[in-house]
């Protein structure tokens, strides 16, 4: 149960337990926001638009929602004028690696199967113990186990693939590259949100997000939305609403009191559900070849969350 992951410290430092009612509303939260994310790979898969235009509006569209709110609030006023420098940079670095994330991943799923891209850039939580190890934190033994076990997933993912196509490596390693990528967002995340509330952070990263992906599209002479139909601005609303906003954002909110053990747990549920949508509302089915290796990726990955979840907390 999340409630038991709940730190106990002695003395003066002693946290007090999370109320039942509050987890049974985060899980509540995480539920919703676990499918929103799983839609997003459908999604865009399903929508005719570039991919860069994809990312950038479904960060436009979450900022405009966000913005009403960031103006009505004082406090949040108050609490952006008051950020340090230190948080500010941080801020926009989370944006640019959020902005390199979608970059990469977004075009992964018009080359390689719905289901193999999100199980691939769903291996954030191996990425990000690697960039903790670099860091100087040493991992126990089952996370490098859960890491072997699910690289092992991964090479027999390319396999698989490779032997369907040229076009589906690479769709795989943008995904790959997506989900390292993804790593360093959540681990500069995680730090400016020891100080900063979730609506401040997400509109100050939305925001970078958004101009980078802008200046991207403008680069690259991509296509904004002239050509686009009434459908696909649809498609593009439901995206920012139902996986930029109820997704990324309400994530940005559990983690705070569920942890990251229980949310990244939670994010494995984006493979398979991913992988259903599509294949209801695509009629994408993956090769039978592929099953074996989404099971390993999904296995490895949960070894790793577990074996930090049960890791003691260091001393205060």
């Known amino acids: 149960m999340p409630a038991a992951d709940t730190r106990r410290a002695a003395g003066p430092t002693a946290v007090a337990p999370v109320p039942l009612s509050q987890v049974r509303a985060d899980l509540l939260l995480l539920a ?75 075009p992964s799923l018009h080359l390689t199967s719905v289901a193999s891209s999100v199980a691939l850039v769903t291996t954030t939580p191996i990425w990000t113990t690697v960039l903790l190890r670099l860091r100087g934190h040493r991992p126990p033994a089952q996370v490098w186990l859960g890491t072997a076990v699910a690289f092992a997933g991964v090479i027999m993912l390319t396999g698989v693939d490779l032997t369907v196509s040229a076009r589906a490596l690479a769709g795989d390693a943008l995904a790959l590259a997506g989900g390292m990528t993804a790593a360093v967002y959540v681990l500069i995340g995680a730090e400016v949100r020891r100080t900063t509330s979730t609506t401040g952070y997400t509109f100050i990263c939305y925001s970078t997000t958004s101009v980078l992906l802008l200046a991207a599209c403008l680069a690259t002479g991509t296509s904004l939305g002239g050509d686009y139909t009434a459908e696909t601005w649809l498609k593009l609303l439901v995206l920012a609403l139902a996986s930029q906003l109820l997704g990324h954002s309400l994530l940005n909110r559990v983690v705070q009191r569920l942890g990251p053990s229980v949310t990244s747990t939670a994010i494995l549920l984006e493979t398979p559900g991913a992988a259903l949508i599509a294949a209801l509302w695509l009629g994408q089915l993956p090769p039978l070849a592929a099953y074996p290796a989404l099971a390993v990726i999904l296995a490895g990955l949960a070894v790793v969350i577990r074996a930090e979840r049960v890791r003691p907390a260091p001393a205060p």
């Open 32 to 106: 919703v926001a676990v499918l929103g994310i799983s839609l997003s790979g459908p999604l865009i898969a399903a929508t005719a638009a570039p991919a860069l235009a994809i990312a950038f509006w479904r960060n436009a569209m979450a900022v405009t929602g966000l913005a009403p709110v960031v103006a009505l609030r004082g406090r949040l006023r108050r609490e952006l004028a008051r950020l340090d420098r230190r948080t500010w940079l941080l801020s926009l670095a989370a944006g640019a690696a959020l902005a390199a994330h979608f970059a990469l991943w977004l």
